[in-house]
């Protein structure tokens, strides 16, 4: 019978080093002793102290301590539990640079792994915003009496749990700011530990919540569900199984979201795949079929076209515009 392999116990005195760049997730990359390591909430250019949360063959991983010279891009990040939760991984640099920051990682992506250069390279397009933007999102639900309730949110960073807040900074507000009351609300149900998610929907206008239930709800739970949603202007759809088997607790509600440069409202299903930013969805629309530059007489195919996000502005440009979707 093979012997397990002993897990090596990791240093823990705190390491120190230069920070060098940053990967397409957000971790800084140094190397110590020729080996890569990859250093959680660090920026490029900076000096820190470190300590290590993981060591393998060709790389190591490593959580900052303690910033002994930090990066003009660093920022204090809005978010208490930022660094814990695993939602965000960049609260911590300045939002411009940010957007810098990603273009590289594209750009560095296009190079090693598709081994093209670009011929030219376009300004990004930049939201209006950079909090409360996000319209779609899945989100972790755990009663843990031990916590004092349920807790709602994302998954802690390279855990299953789930992190302990009161309020998203990233969602739009009214799901966002809505978490305390959705925690009581589950709370008080029979179900509270059959619960694993809830997963938001938000047209311009309406705002779903499809609670995901491993047991049914009884009547009692249906009541209370009922009544939570009209007094918080949000609507609840239920999950029972797969996504073939998502509800509306009461009466269907129609999403919807408008496209005003080609005075198009497009509706879709709360399980519908949509842009998290709508305002970056539409920017990125408007840009597409400007640099499409397409004629009265030009036919176009639209391949994984989905809700026709891209293929009905386009219709009002071309002569025809086909649109292939698939299960």
């Known amino acids: ?22 990967t397409h997730d ?48 660093r920022v204090e990040p809005k978010c208490s539990q930022f660094g814990v939760c695993g939602g965000c991984s960049l609260q911590h640099q ?11 990682s594209m750009l560095d992506s296009l190079q090693h792994i598709g ?32 916590k004092g309730g349920t807790l709602i949110g994302f998954r802690e960073r390279g855990s299953s749990f789930i992190t302990d807040i009161d309020c998203c900074h990233i969602l739009h507000p009214r799901v966002g700011e809505l978490l305390p009351e959705m925690s009581r609300l589950i709370d008080q149900l029979s179900i509270r530990d059959q619960i694993p998610q809830i997963e938001m929907a938000m047209g311009d206008e309406v705002c779903v919540l499809i609670f995901r239930l491993l047991e049914p709800a009884s009547d009692e739970d249906l009541a209370k569900l009922k009544a939570f949603a009209p007094a ?29 440069a080609f005075d198009l409202t497009l509706d879709f299903l709360p399980s519908d795949f949509t842009q998290v930013n709508s305002d970056i969805n539409r920017q990125m629309i408007q840009h597409a079929v400007k640099l499409l530059e397409l ?15 891209f293929t009905l502005p386009m219709a009002r440009h071309a002569a025809q515009v086909t649109g292939v979707e698939g299960d």
């Open 1 to 22: 019978m093979a012997r397990k392999r002993r897990r090596k116990q990791l240093p823990t005195e705190p390491v120190e080093a230069q920070i060098e760049s940053l």
């Open 26 to 73: 957000a971790k800084g990359v140094t190397h110590i002793d020729g080996k890569a390591t990859f250093v959680h909430g660090s920026l490029a250019g900076e000096t820190v102290r470190f300590v290590y949360t993981g060591r393998w063959r060709k790389y190591d991983e490593g959580r900052v301590v303690e910033v002994l010279e930090s990066s003009t891009e």
């Open 94 to 104: 300045d939002s411009r640079a940010q957007v810098q920051a990603k273009q590289q």
């Open 115 to 146: 081994k093209v250069q670009p011929q030219q390279i376009l300004p990004p397009l930049v939201g209006e915003t950079a909090w409360g933007y996000r319209r779609k999102a899945r989100l972790g639900v755990r009663y843990v009496p031990k």
């Open 232 to 260: 918080h202007e949000i609507t609840i759809y239920l999950q029972e199984g797969g996504p073939e088997t998502i509800r509306p607790l009461e009466s269907e509600v129609t999403l919807s979201y408008q496209v005003p």
């Open 295 to 309: 004629r009265e007489d030009d036919q176009v195919l639209d391949l994984f076209c989905g809700l026709g996000n």
